[in-house]
């Protein structure tokens, strides 16, 4: 029996027949009915709505095809999760496998990436704020701490000193690469001699082993010449070293910030046509660092933090439509279940979004409300998208990176996270908060206690 | 200096039967005293061999390895066989012995550097002609009729077992069948290739000699017997590498034998001169110096290095022809960064063919294996297209060819084959081609001198390629197009699975992924020796704790070796990013003796997931019993072979320590399958690149650590 035609309300679009522009009229958004061959129904009802979903497969060969870039460009290469982008435990250890080590920003970062057995000396301790606590683990676990500014320096001399341990360090440099926010305010300044004089001061310690130099440029970074200068500058600081240390460096880390194809707001054209691929951001690299005069086997390590762009089209937000309206000025609006509670990132990208089923070709431009009782809670102030009815799904494709790690329990729980296996089969890899897990950690004074 | 002159006597004594131990000396040297008189001579012949040599000034070592004192004792031995002495003759005889050292001395050097071959005992039969023929001048020197003494207790023994042993002995101018059944144990127990070979030798000449010259057999038969003996050591086993072409030769060579003995019986009676080892001398120097004129070496191998036992010189051999068969002294890497796939390799189904065969053709691949993303319609979808090439090995630019535009995906130039094309000259005859690269990315001018891994241009699609892959060739010209030449990559990392096989002086071929070695610093920093450094080992071995010094050394032959205090000695050889000990003498329970074992190749780099392989002489392992009676068979093959499987294993929390470990497998083949034997080493190297540890296990039981102080 012929599957019964689906019906589709009838709307009224204002026809603008002045603002057709170059490409074309966008097309009835194609559904995204399933990842990895997994129908999205299928993971709702057995999951819930919202729910994240992670594809184990396009983490491996995002993180694949971005080592393979690198190695064949540049003799040696290692890269190093970036925590702070997705510190689900499941994601981490897929990067673990994929011979990644852990680039930590806090001490409780730290710790999480050695419980799942990173190695120390595996770890790259970087970030403004490191307790004293946790710069003595990190000694003691041989890791690379990279030191942020003087004051940090002088507090781990202090501790080398007193305990007679030995440090690897590397220094993070700031530097003017012609673009623009210039990110001054992490590490020692290149122009300055900020970062020449602190290099001087770790040379003159003994307990302290300069093994790396460190930037990291900025973030959703759209030009690739910029890496090439930061990388000679760096190459610059290297050669200093060596003509007047004697000292060859292990690494040079050059950070992260390679953009990934999610569409900043007010961006005109889609990231696909205007972010730097990875091969880009690669060859300017390269180029830079190959301009350090030394034998190959020679060259330093380049270790690479990228984050963004190896997690991001790996995640997946799926939601669920709660209501429709129409606004005082006519506008559609749609309510779903996930709102910026779980997607922080929407404040300043322009999120693919696509229905999960077959809907009708007519679009109608909408506004996406979440389900928060506040008036932020706007995933999307106008997008095309057919009519939809209650129940029915949504896809928010590019949320691997940020939000799992800055998204709040605020008037909504956390929902579950799932991984669709390369196998195919479906693991949850975080449980979703219930009153239990949020009354867990709260005390109520005796006094309170009782409620008239 | 007491050490000294009596090694060289006993070494003289062994050297007779191509022998190298100083417990055989004693035993030849017990076997001449059954005769005392013969013995006291022989004795004699050796010392003042060995004291002209050395008061003349003679290489200390060449004495002492009885290289100038054997022929004394043959010279000795015989004039006492031959003749009755009286005060007279034993003056004669004396001054005699000193022409025998100058005629050795003349012979055995000027063989040696004319001809490249040995003087074997041709010194003593001249000397021994001379003083024969001289002797005639007088009317009163009496011939010696030597007779056995012990025939009565052999009695029961075949008629052809006492010819056997008394072949043995007549080599020492021994009549008595004791001697020769002492010195046959002595061989025995020094080689069992040399016994069989006797045995064997005795058997064809018995049999050849009654078929050839059946009327003379009794009269020629222990002659021609010993001479048969000598001959199937020196070309069975002694002079040659024993082998089953070895031994097809001992065959013939016996034939020749018994036909020069023939020969030299008729000429030499009517000079009533004795034949001696005569025949020997003349079969093997004319058979090892024509061998030198074969247009191409087989397995019928002349022995180039120093000799030892045949059994020594056989698993040394192997072990080097297994281990350094592809050796070059030019170490080329491949030439790009990363991991490349070869996508048509040697003998290729597309291009490699016929003159061009040894080429390779590389690409870049992702995880399913594909060249490109996308559709592959675009030359920008290729992986491979516009990644560096890099060149292989330090050299200086020949040719450049730029400017050949790219072609269309499916398409090719045929009328400009090789497309841009970089031509690189590392010596006189290596010479090494890249070719199809992109068009205007070439970085070099012709006349730059580069260095190894330096970037020379850009992987693209230029001439005759239908997809963008670099082409790689070495060759002998700087000519565009030459035909390929094979030549080897000193070290490279083939992927495997999960894991990466280290491939040294090898070809990668057609589907492998591969790589170049990652030098690691703390691996490198230990084992990169320098001349003159010293380390210091500590270990606990009997009970108490010693210490052992090494250091690093080299010789004449630019060899080095590590010399450690007592004296043993481990060459070893570094190829770039290899280190290689390639072999040892000295104790086997030294720190020198287990960590030479253990580390006996080692890459210095460090992956987790790297393993690698070697092959062992199990004359070097602690292999036992079975060994010995195994090698009865080696002329057929070595039925008990030794291999080492290496690999890094993974670091240890809290800890920057590389360690890599090594299982040694002993094993035997038929009929000796049961044989097995199993040893592991581990070395452990913290990151102040000194041996926190390293122990050696047999059968998982460590029996020796030691630590680096």
């Given at each position: 029996m012929a599957e019964k035609k689906k019906y589709e309300r009838p709307i009224i679009t204002k026809h603008y027949?002045?603002?057709?522009?170059?490409?074309?009229s966008r097309a009835?958004?194609?559904?995204?009915?399933?990842?990895d061959g997994v129908p999205i129904k299928k993971l709702i009802s057995e999951f819930g709505s919202p729910l994240f979903v992670f594809s184990e497969r396009q983490i491996r060969s995002n993180q694949r095809n971005a080592l393979r870039i690198f190695k064949t460009r540049y003799p040696k290469v290692q890269f190093a999760w970036s925590?702070?982008?997705?510190?689900?435990n499941a994601i981490c250890s897929v990067f673990h496998q994929e011979g990644s080590w852990a680039e930590v920003v806090s001490e409780f970062e730290y710790d999480k990436a050695r419980r799942l057995g990173v190695k120390g000396e595996n770890i790259i301790f970087n970030g403004p704020h490191k307790s004293k606590e946790a710069l003595l683990k990190a000694i003691n676990e041989k890791a690379k701490i990279h030191i942020d500014h003087f004051d940090e320096l002088y507090e781990i001399i202090e501790i080398t000193t007193e305990m007679n341990l030995k440090a690897n360090v590397a220094i993070r440099v700031n530097m003017d690469?012609?673009?623009?926010?210039?990110?001054?305010?992490?590490?020692?300044?290149?122009e300055n001699g900020e970062a020449w004089q602190a290099i001087k001061r770790i040379l003159s310690?003994?307990?302290?082993?300069?093994i790396g130099l460190h930037t990291h440029i900025g973030t959703?970074?759209?030009?690739?010449?910029a890496y090439k200068i930061a990388a000679s500058k760096l190459v610059n600081l290297a050669r200093g070293i060596k003509d007047e240390f004697d000292l060859l460096l292990e690494y040079i880390d050059m950070g992260g910030g390679f953009a990934s194809h999610n569409t900043l707001l007010?961006?005109?054209?889609?990231?696909e046509e205007v972010v730097p691929s990875i091969e880009q951001f690669a060859d300017a690299i390269s180029t830079g660092l190959f301009?350090?005069?030394?034998?190959i086997d020679e060259m330093p390590l380049l270790i690479l933090e990228t984050g963004r762009a190896l997690i991001d089209d790996a995640g997946y937000l799926l939601t669920t439509v709660l209501a429709n309206k129409r606004l005082s000025t006519g506008q559609r609006a749609i309510i779903v279940d996930a709102g910026v509670n779980l997607l922080f990132t929407s404040f300043w990208y322009k999120h693919r979004i696509s229905p999960a089923q077959e809907s009708g070709i007519h679009v109608e431009d909408a506004a996406l409300f979440g389900?928060?009782?506040?008036?932020?809670?706007?995933?999307?102030?106008g997008i095309l998208l057919p009519a939809l009815k209650k129940g029915e799904h949504l896809v928010i494709e590019?949320?691997?990176?940020y939000d799992t790690t800055q998204w709040m329990q605020f008037i909504m729980m956390r929902p579950n996270v799932v991984m669709v296996m390369e196998d195919g089969t479906v693991e949850l890899i975080r449980k979703s908060e219930d009153l239990d897990y949020l009354l867990d950690r709260e005390v109520i004074p005796d006094n309170l206690k009782s409620v008239k | 200096m007491m050490k000294y002159f009596i090694d060289s006597i006993l070494y003289s004594y062994s050297q007779i039967f191509f022998c190298n131990r100083r417990w055989f000396g004693v035993t030849a040297l017990a076997a001449t005293f059954l005769a005392p008189k013969i013995g006291a001579m022989a004795l004699c012949g050796v010392v003042i061999s060995n004291l002209t040599a050395h008061v003349l000034r003679f290489d200390k070592e060449k004495i002492k390895s009885g290289f100038y004192g054997f022929n004394g004792i043959l010279f000795g031995a015989a004039t006492t066989f031959y003749f009755e002495l009286d005060l007279f003759l034993i003056f004669i005889a004396l001054i005699f012995m000193v022409i025998t050292f100058i005629v050795a001395a003349v012979l055995e050097n000027y063989l040696a550097t004319a001809f490249n071959l040995p003087g074997l005992s041709l010194p003593f039969i001249i000397t021994l002609y001379i003083f024969v023929i001289f002797l005639t001048?007088?009317?009163h020197i009496v011939p010696a009729l030597t007779t056995a003494s012990d025939l009565k207790f052999y009695e029961y023994l075949p008629q052809s077992i006492k010819y056997y042993f008394q072949s043995f002995a007549l080599i020492l101018f021994q009549p008595n069948i004791t001697s020769g059944i002492l010195i046959a144990l002595g061989i025995l127990f020094f080689s069992r290739v040399l016994f069989l070979l006797s045995v064997a030798a005795f058997a064809l000449n018995y049999f050849f000699l009654h078929f050839i010259l059946p009327d003379q057999a009794e009269t020629l038969i222990i002659i021609s017997g010993f001479n048969s003996i000598l001959t199937a050591f020196a070309l069975g086993g002694s002079l040659i590498i024993p082998s089953r072409k070895s031994f097809v030769l001992v065959i013939i060579s016996i034939l020749m034998v018994v036909i020069i003995t023939g020969f030299f019986y008729r000429i030499l009676l009517t000079w009533y001169l004795p034949i001696l080892v005569l025949p020997f001398n003349f079969v093997v120097l004319f058979t090892i110096y024509s061998l030198k004129f074969r247009s191409e070496y087989t397995d019928l191998v002349l022995l180039y290095?120093?000799?030892?036992?045949p059994e020594e010189n056989y698993y040394y051999h192997h072990m080097r022809t297994s281990r350094?068969?592809?050796?070059?002294?030019t170490f080329a890497e491949l030439p790009f960064f990363g991991e490349w796939f070869v996508s048509q390799g040697f003998?290729?189904?597309?291009?490699?063919?016929?003159?061009?065969?040894y080429a390779w053709d590389f690409v870049v691949t992702d995880r399913d294996l594909k060249?490109?993303?996308?559709?592959?319609?675009?030359?920008?979808?290729?992986?491979?297209?516009r990644l560096p090439v890099a060149a292989p090995?330090?050299?200086?630019?020949v040719k450049v060819i730029d400017g050949i535009p790219s072609n269309k995906v499916?398409?090719?130039?045929i009328s400009q084959n090789w497309g841009n094309t970089v031509i690189l000259k590392h010596n006189e005859e290596l010479y090494s081609t890249l070719s199809?690269?992109?068009?205007?990315?070439?970085?070099v001018k012709e006349g730059n001198k580069i260095k190894r891994g330096e970037i020379i241009g850009a992987c693209g699609n230029s001439?005759?390629?239908?997809?963008p892959h670099l082409h790689f060739q070495f060759q002998?010209?700087?000519?565009?197009?030459d035909k390929t030449y094979k030549f080897p990559f000193a070290q490279f990392l083939k992927k495997e699975n999960n894991r990466y096989h280290l491939k040294t002086f090898n070809y990668p071929e057609e589907n492998d992924i591969v790589q170049n070695v990652e030098i690691h610093k703390t691996v490198k920093e230990f084992f990169n020796f320098k001349l003159g450094s010293e380390l210091k080992f500590q270990f606990e071995q009997d009970g108490e704790v010693r210490t052992e010094n090494w250091e690093v050394k080299i010789n004449l032959n630019n060899e080095f070796y590590i010399e450690s205090s007592s004296g043993d000695i481990a060459y070893f050889y570094i190829s770039d990013k290899i280190f290689y000990f390639t072999s040892y003498n000295g104790k086997k329970n030294s720190a020198l003796y287990y960590f030479y074992l253990i580390a006996h190749q080692v890459p210095m780099c460090y992956h987790q997931n790297l393993y690698w392989e070697d092959d062992y002489?199990?004359?070097?392992?602690?292999?036992?019993?079975i060994r010995y009676l195994s090698e009865i068979f080696l002329m057929y093959k070595s039925l008990i072979n030794a291999k080492g499987s290496l690999n890094f294993e993974e670091k240890s929390d809290h800890s920057n320590d590389i360690i890599f470990s090594n299982s040694i497998e002993i094993k035997g083949g038929f009929?000796?399958?049961?044989y097995r034997k199993n040893f592991s080493g581990k070395v452990i190297l913290n990151d102040e690149s000194k041996i926190s540890e390293f122990n050696f296990s047999r059968n998982g039981k460590v029996i020796f650590r030691a630590k680096q102080l």
């Open positions: 027949s002045g603002l057709m522009n170059k490409f074309g009835a958004a194609s559904p995204k009915s399933e990842i925590y702070k982008t997705n510190y689900l690469t012609g673009i623009y926010p210039k990110w001054d305010r992490f590490g020692f300044n290149y310690n003994k307990n302290l082993k300069l959703y970074m759209m030009s690739a010449d007010g961006q005109y054209l889609p990231a301009e350090l005069p030394l034998k389900p928060l009782c506040m008036n932020i809670d706007c995933l999307s102030d590019y949320v691997g990176a | 001048n007088y009317n290095f120093k000799p030892g036992s350094f068969e592809r050796f070059k002294h003998d290729g189904k597309y291009t490699h063919k016929e003159e061009w065969k060249e490109y993303s996308n559709e592959g319609t675009s030359l920008t979808d290729y992986y491979c297209f090995i330090e050299g200086e630019v499916g398409e090719v130039n199809h690269l992109e068009a205007n990315s070439i970085k001439g005759r390629s239908p997809y002998l010209t700087d000519k565009l197009g002489s199990i004359a070097q392992l602690p292999a036992g019993v009929p000796f399958s049961f």
